[in-house]
């Protein structure tokens, strides 16, 4: 029992870490620079609908890594939005709350 439950640990710490979604260099690349609000996210959805073109339609595991990056973003996106200022930047929501 004790060697059930050091191998189920085991297991869940090594599938938390592949859950763990990481911006890829070519994407880094095309946002390097970017600031402003729109500009990053047109560029992220134009980079993940550019690659979800590429895969060919069988790929469901290829598939499901882009989709799975795009929720993800999508999840950023909407929290983001609401700390946008005048200009179109976001603004820091730590810094924004600690202000008042």
Excluded at 41 to 66: C, E, F, I, M, P
Excluded at 74 to 87: L, P, V
């Amino acid at each position: 029992m004790k060697r059930f439950i050091i191998i189920l640990g085991l297991c869940t710490l090594y599938f938390s870490n592949i859950a763990q979604i990481s911006i890829d260099n070519e994407l880094a690349a095309k946002l390097d620079g970017k600031t402003k609000f729109q500009e990053i996210k047109s560029t992220v959805w134009t980079h993940l609908n550019d690659k979800l073109q590429k895969l060919d339609t069988k790929d469901s595991l290829g598939r499901k890594a882009v989709l799975r990056e795009k929720k993800m973003w999508n999840r950023q996106f909407w929290i983001n939005e609401y700390y946008t200022d005048g200009d179109g930047k976001v603004v820091d929501a730590n810094k924004l709350n600690i202000k008042g």
